[in-house]
T-cell receptor, first 114, second 110 residues
Framework: NAGVMQNPRHLVRRRGQEARLRCSPM?????VYWYRQLPEEGLKFMVY????????ESGMPKERFSAEFPKEGPSILRIQQVVRGDSAAYFC????????????FGEGSWLTVV | AQRVTQPEKLLSVFKGAPVELKCNYS??????LFWYVQYSRQRLQLLLR??SRESIKGFTADLNKGETSFHLKKPFAQEEDSAMYYC????????????FGKGMKLTVNP
């Protein structure tokens, strides 16, 4: 089991461009979570998805950010019109269907906005 | 609202010294607490969960509901323990997300 796979690991975007971060959950996992880690800060929850459904997006900024987890393919976190403040590490995590299962994290995608 | 507090940002000790990483939480439901460790620019790894009541890499943590704490302890720190440590609370119900503390950087000096 390859674990939670994120790509790209590092992404540089100019202000105003779009950033797309991809996450493939562990095999057999249908729950995906996205977290953001700003410099010198802890991880902040952004969004929780199951296949084709957004369960909790209470941590997502109201504008420019969106997430999806289609029936086929990876989960995608999309940031439109990036600004310098979006520079952060974005971590994806996944878990199995049932309640109480361990949440496993990917290695993160580091977004730098220049 | 759920909240996890790690009151100290940095802790530096010498090899062989005991360490205690503090964690307090605020949650109205029945808490499920975790400790995650993040070595330099690597993924977060689960270190401990309170329901397992196990010792991993010499670390232990006991949930104290009276003090709403879940402090992480190790009697003899090793250099390879140097990392960021995050305490986390899992919410229950419809959205089982993890709520993290801000983390604490542990440095173990030779």
């Amino acid at each position: 089991n390859a674990g939670v796979m994120q790509n790209p690991r590092h992404l540089v975007r100019r202000r105003g461009q779009e950033a797309r971060l991809r996450c493939s959950p562990m095999k057999g996992h249908s729950h995906v979570y996205w977290y953001r880690q700003l410099p010198e800060e802890g991880l902040k929850f952004m969004v929780y998805l199951q296949k084709e459904n957004i369960i909790d997006e209470s941590g997502m900024p109201k504008e420019r950010f969106s997430a999806e987890f289609p029936k086929e393919g990876p989960s995608i976190l999309r940031i439109q019109q990036v600004v310098r403040g979006d520079s952060a590490a974005y971590f994806c995590a996944s878990s199995r269907d049932s309640t109480g299962n361990t949440i496993y994290f990917g290695e993160g995608s580091w977004l730098t906005v220049v | 609202a759920q909240r996890v507090t790690q009151p100290e940002k940095l802790l530096s000790v010498f090899k062989g010294a005991p360490v205690e990483l503090k964690c307090n939480y605020s949650y109205s439901g029945s808490p499920e607490l975790f400790w995650y460790v993040q070595y330099s620019r690597q993924r977060l790894q689960l270190l401990l969960r309170h329901i397992s009541r196990e010792s991993i890499k010499g670390f232990t943590a006991d949930l104290n509901k009276g003090e709403t704490s879940f402090h992480l302890k190790k009697p003899f720190a090793q250099e390879e323990d140097s990392a960021m440590y995050y305490c986390a609370l899992r919410t229950q119900g419809g959205s089982e997300k993890l709520v993290f503390g801000k983390g604490m950087k542990l440095t173990v000096n030779p």
